[in-house]
Structure formats: C-alpha cells, structure tokens
C-alpha cells in the first residue's frame, strides 16, 4: 500500500453551548467526561445498536471538536442536528486540517486514544509525518469506515472495547441497550481479528475453510490483514481466493 500523507479527508465540526456535553453523553458510544483527559474515541449508532459513524472528541476550550471522515460528515451532522431539538448547541462548520505522525505529541496535538502505535493527531497546523499509516493501522487490527465498518457492524465485534470507543458505566445512549446485552450476555462468536496473508484477495474476499464460509478478508499491508471471522470456522487451511490465511486466535 502506498504512504499516506500526513494531512488526512477528515472534516471537523465545532460544537459549542451550555448543553454540547450533556448532548454528547446522551447520543455517543463513549463517556465525554474523558474530554476533561485528552482526545476521546466514539461512535454514534442507530436504535438498534448498529455502526452510523466512528469519529473523534477533541476538547477545545469550552467547545468539542467532531474529527470524522469526509464521507461520513454530511449524514453526522444530519443526524446531530436531529438529536438537537431545543438543546443549546450549535454546529458550525471549520476549515481545521487534521495532522498526524508519530512519537512525542506537539503541543496541541493528543495521542490517538485507539492504540499507541497510531501516534497523534494535529489540529492546530501542526506538521505531520508521511508514514504507511495503513501498515500500522492493520498490525494494531484497528478498523476503517467504508471497509471494516459498515452499516451492518456491531462495534464490540469490531474491537470498540479494546480500542476505548465504548463505555459501559456512563449510562444511556442511542444503541446502548444492544451494545450492553452483546457485553454481559453473549459471547462474540464474529469479529474482527488479524490474520497472515499468503498472496493477495481483494477487499472483500470471502474467506472459506474445510468447504463452509467462515468470514471476509478485508484491509491488507505485507503479510498481515485484518478480517471478519466466525471463530466457530476460523482454523488451519482458511484461503481467500488464491491467498492462504492464517489466524492465531
């Protein structure tokens, strides 16, 4: 895969009020009291507990900061404006340019809170780096929007917990209800997991052993990939079209 720039297709709203807090903590995945650490990782997703968008919280003063992908900014803010009803919140429009690289943050910048490998993120025109970010974010098994996430997506079969997007003890949010039972009362027999790839598949591939599906190949970087499993049919001998697939479990 080619080295992506330092300067990301992110948009970035501002949200400002008496009530941007509150109104946050009612709608998204993860606690906004975390803003009061740094930046915070979450998720806006629909009654029934499904991915609409993952995105970014970043404390700016007494406003938030909405970081998320360009493709997902229009639907977001829709759907925020939606939940706003009388609230005192406003949703402006900014043209903040999101940076990232690797190593100690510069100031103004915050550790990206999905894995330390990721490095941080800028959004003060701090300058970044060009690095295989896809390399790194396949070796950490952190998912993409338009490829690992899609609307059909549960976000703890999506690895939500282990990259801190979700909070079980803040209370209630849209899909709460979903996202809590799939905790405390199932077992995941899907997700996302990293696998060795043997060869090449496009993204998308379906990935079989001994004769049955047992999930999809998706992003791939050298060797490694990350893919959508059923862990009952994840085992030796899984291919991907001509590509071999190895999973450790």
């Known amino acids: 895969m080619e080295t992506e720039l330092s300067t990301l297709t992110r948009t970035v709203f501002k949200l400002t009020g008496a009530d941007t807090r509150?109104?946050?903590?009612?709608?998204?995945?993860?606690?906004?009291?975390?803003?009061?650490?740094?930046?915070?990782?979450?998720?806006l997703l629909t009654p029934?507990?499904?991915?609409?968008?993952?995105?970014?919280?970043?404390?700016?003063?007494?406003?938030?900061?909405?970081?998320?992908?360009?493709?997902?900014?229009?639907?977001?803010?829709?759907?925020?404006?939606?939940y706003k009803l009388r609230s005192d919140v406003t949703i402006e429009a900014t043209d903040i340019a999101v940076t990232r690289g690797l190593g100690t943050p510069p100031e103004g910048a915050f550790t990206d809170p999905?894995?330390?490998?990721?490095?941080?993120?800028g959004y003060a025109g701090q300058p970044g780096e060009d690095v295989n970010w896809d390399a790194l974010r396949v070796a950490a098994c952190v998912p993409e929007s338009g490829i690992e996430l899609t609307p059909d997506t549960f976000i703890l079969e999506a690895g939500f917990e282990r990259l801190n997007g979700v909070d079980f003890r803040k209370g209630c949010y849209v899909g709460q209800e979903v996202t809590a039972r799939?905790?405390?009362?199932?077992?995941?027999?899907?997700?996302?997991?990293?696998?060795?790839?043997?060869?090449?598949a496009p993204v998308g591939s379906d990935i079989e052993?001994?004769?049955?599906?047992?999930?999809?190949?998706?992003?791939?970087?050298g060797n490694q990939g990350i893919a959508y499993l059923r862990f009952d049919r994840a085992g030796p001998g899984m291919c991907a079209g001509d590509a071999a697939v190895h999973y450790e479990g």
């Open 22 to 43: 509150h109104f946050l903590q009612t709608l998204v995945t993860n606690d906004v009291a975390r803003l009061d650490e740094g930046m915070v990782y979450t998720a």
């Open 48 to 82: 029934q507990g499904k991915y609409l968008a993952d995105f970014f919280l970043v404390p700016d003063g007494d406003a938030v900061l909405v970081d998320v992908a360009t493709g997902l900014a229009p639907g977001l803010q829709q759907r925020l404006s939606m």
């Open 114 to 121: 999905r894995d330390a490998s990721l490095g941080w993120r």
């Open 182 to 200: 799939m905790k405390h009362k199932t077992a995941l027999r899907k997700g996302l997991a990293r696998v060795k790839v043997e060869g090449t």
């Open 209 to 221: 052993h001994n004769g049955k599906l047992a999930g999809t190949l998706y992003s791939q970087a």
